[in-house]
């Protein structure tokens, strides 16, 4: 059996409210990200692009979405699981619980961009106008520390920085706290 089959599988198992809301979000994970990869992994179903990006798994009184690198995404109200973890996020659906379908669409277009490799032609021109400009400024004063680039964030996506810079994380050291 291919990871659709297998999904659908365990949909119909959980007969019950479970089946339906993993069958739900799955519909919206398909309209958010349409190039999206279904995969089954560790017993459940796994959505991937480039990387792991989410997965969902039923238990006994709820249903969990996991984002694999949801600590770096932007949310204001859907995660409420899994907040103390390094590099994850989760939402927890309980039966009468209601999901905000654009918040959830949103989350996931964010977490597929996440995982976008990086341009590498724009990094090499990038790399090589640099190496002009400082051939070009060699010899002068360095620049001011008010001129200098104001983050010492390790190299992220566009929008986990985005995220980052609304939480105002600056820095590595605030990045700890965060």
Do not use: C
Request: no cysteine; proline share 4%.
């Amino acid at each position: 059996m291919n990871a659709s089959e297998l999904i659908d599988k365990r949909i119909a198992e959980l007969s019950d409210w479970r089946g339906q809301r993993i069958a739900h979000i799955r519909q919206l994970v398909r309209e958010a990200a349409p190039d999206i990869v279904e995969e089954w992994k560790w017993d459940t179903p796994v959505w991937s692009h480039n990387g792991n990006v989410l997965a969902v798994g039923a238990f006994q009184n709820l249903v969990k979405i996991n984002f694999f690198h949801g600590a770096l995404l932007y949310d204001r109200h859907l995660f409420n699981a899994g907040l103390e973890a390094k590099t994850t996020r989760a939402i927890d659906i309980f039966e009468n619980d209601t999901i905000d379908e654009a918040a959830l669409k949103e989350l996931v277009r964010a977490a597929v961009e996440l995982n976008n490799p990086k341009p590498t032609a724009a990094k090499k021109a990038t790399r090589a106008a640099s190496k002009s400009k400082s051939k070009k400024t060699a010899g002068k004063q360095a620049a001011s520390p008010s001129t200098r680039k104001q983050s010492d964030l390790p190299k992220l996506s566009v929008p986990a920085h985005r995220a980052l810079a609304g939480a105002g994380v600056k820095n590595l050291k605030q990045l700890s706290r965060f």
